[in-house]
C-alpha cells in the first residue's frame, strides 16, 4: 500500500527549531520529487517546499525562505523538514505530499501523508 | 505570483443535487489546474489534475472543464460522502477552498 507517515511534530517555543521526517511505504522516496504542505487550524492549505526527485533542485515558499530547509536521507528513505527560527504563524499541520513525477515536476500532489502537528508558541 | 480565486467560500445542498464550484487564476495557466477534496481532521485528497484528468479511484461523478484562467470542478450528483471543502491548486498557489455542507 502506497502511503507517507509523518513524525516531529509537537509544541516549540518561538525562536526554536524542529526537524520533521516523512516515511514512504510502497515506493522508493528518490524516485519522485516530494513537498511539504500546511495548514494552519482553521484555515486553507499553503505550500511550503519542494526537492525534486534527483534532490538536485529545492524551491521555498517566501514566508519559510531562508528558516526552512527541505532534504531527503536516500539511506534512510526518508523525507525532512529542518524549521528553525520558528515563528507562531508556523503553526499548523504540515503534510508532506509526494509529486507524480519522476522527471521535473508536475505541480501536483497524488499521495499526502496524514499530518503532524507543528504549535509554535511565543 | 498567480493568484487562485475560487466561488463560492461556501455552499450548502442536497443529495443528487449538480453541483459546480469555480476557480479562476489571475493569468493565464493553460491547463495547469488540479484539484482536491479535504474532509475534516482528514489529508486532502487529490481529485482531478491538469484540468479534467480524473485521479484514479475518484468516482466518476466529479470532472474538471477549463483552460486559461477560468475553471470548474464539477459533481453530477451531490452524495452523502461529497460533503468536505474543495481547493484548486496551481503550482505552488491553492484557492481558499469552498465549503460544500448539508441543506
Known amino acids: 500500500q502506497v502511503q507517507l507517515v509523518e513524525s516531529g511534530g509537537g509544541v516549540v517555543r518561538a525562536g526554536r527549531a524542529l526537524r520533521l521526517s516523512c516515511a514512504p511505504s510502497?515506493?522508493?522516496?528518490?524516485?519522485?520529487?516530494m513537498h511539504w504542505v500546511r495548514q494552519a487550524p482553521g484555515k486553507g492549505l499553503e505550500w511550503v517546499a519542494v526537492?525534486?526527485?534527483?534532490?538536485?533542485?529545492?524551491y521555498y515558499a517566501d514566508s519559510v525562505k531562508g528558516r526552512f530547509s527541505i532534504s531527503r536521507d536516500s539511506s534512510k528513505n526518508t523525507l525532512n523538514l529542518q524549521m528553525n527560527s520558528l515563528r507562531p504563524e508556523d503553526t499548523a499541520i504540515y503534510y508532506c505530499?509526494?509529486?507524480?513525477?519522476?522527471?521535473?515536476?508536475?505541480?501536483?500532489?497524488?499521495?499526502w501523508g496524514r499530518g503532524t502537528l507543528v504549535t509554535v508558541s511565543s | 505570483d498567480i493568484q487562485m480565486t475560487q466561488s463560492p467560500s461556501s455552499l450548502t445542498a442536497s443529495v443528487g443535487d449538480r453541483v459546480t464550484i469555480t476557480c479562476r487564476a489571475s493569468q493565464r495557466v493553460s491547463t495547469y489546474l488540479n484539484w482536491y477534496q479535504q474532509k475534516p481532521g482528514k489529508a486532502p485528497q487529490l481529485l482531478i489534475y491538469a484540468a479534467f484528468s480524473l485521479q484514479s479511484g475518484v468516482p466518476s461523478r466529479f470532472s474538471g472543464s477549463g483552460s486559461g484562467t477560468d475553471f470548474s470542478l464539477t459533481i453530477s450528483s451531490l452524495q452523502p460522502e461529497d460533503f468536505a471543502t474543495y481547493y484548486c491548486q496551481q503550482g505552488r498557489t491553492f484557492g481558499q477552498g469552498t465549503k460544500v455542507e448539508i441543506k
Open positions: 505530499a509526494r509529486d507524480p513525477s519522476v522527471a521535473g515536476l508536475r505541480w501536483y500532489f497524488d499521495i
Open positions: 526537492i525534486s526527485h534527483a534532490g538536485s533542485g529545492e
Open positions: 510502497g515506493f522508493t522516496l528518490s524516485n519522485y520529487a
